[in-house]
């Protein structure tokens, strides 16, 4: 998977010409149409609606009307972190995502090692489903270390008037890289499940394991999206001093 950067718009361009990051980043109600379209506007949020759509073979005015309706329906008091200063956004991605990976990574690890020992015999693709979500959390816990200590405060000096302490475009792009390893590592898990759809037979174990991937998934998508398409673009403009 690789990835394309958010592209932000001219007013006025039309909606099917609008990339989908900037589109989610000005109203996340609009995340969940995505989603149930199986449009990545997280890691691919430099694309635009058009190219989004022919690229998944999707009709574009029937995701356009959709859009439109989710648009009509959001309350106007939802609160948008897209729209926060980025140290108050920084705060918000710790407290909220990165906390939420803290918590439940290691639930759903216990619940994927369990279901891979007791199902994986008779349906093999459980105990991939385990390897990949092994091997993802391990980085995600690496990747959360490496904001925390080293490109969030960096960018925390900028944005209170200092100088970054290293030029901030290498930790970015590792970043990035890692944003797009997390979301191919998501999509594998989403083809193994069936789009995380339990069978019949499944055990209690079975059923809340797939819940907690679903909801780790759209965690993980906005979490993604709020760093590629928001925090990080505008420090391509900035400059370590």
Known sequence: MSHTATVFTPAGTPLSDRTVGEIVAENPSQARV?????????????????????????????????????????????????LL??????????????????????????????????????????????????????ELDSHMVKEEQILFPAIQALCAGGASVMPLDGPVAVMLQEHDDAGGALARMRELTNGFTAPPEACN????????????????????????????????????G
């Open 85 to 138: 200063p980025p140290l108050e956004l920084i705060e918000h991605i710790v407290s909220k995502h990165h906390a939420y990976l803290r918590s439940d990574l290691p639930r759903i690890h216990a619940m994927s090692e369990r279901v891979a020992k007791v199902h994986g015999g008779h349906t093999p693709s459980l105990v991939e489903l385990f390897e990949v979500f092994r091997t993802m959390a391990e």
């Open 205 to 240: 174990t079975y059923r809340a394991l797939f819940a907690g991937l679903v909801e780790l998934e759209e965690d993980l998508h906005r979490h993604i999206h709020l760093e590629n398409s928001v925090l990080f673009p505008p420090l391509a403009l900035s400059k370590a």
């Open 34 to 82: 995505f989603q149930s379209f199986a449009i990545d506007f997280c890691c691919q949020g430099g694309r635009t609606l058009r190219e989004a759509c022919t690229l998944k073979g999707i009709n574009l005015q029937s995701v356009i009307e959709q859009l439109e309706a989710a648009n009509a329906g959001a309350s106007v008091s939802e609160n948008n972190p897209a």
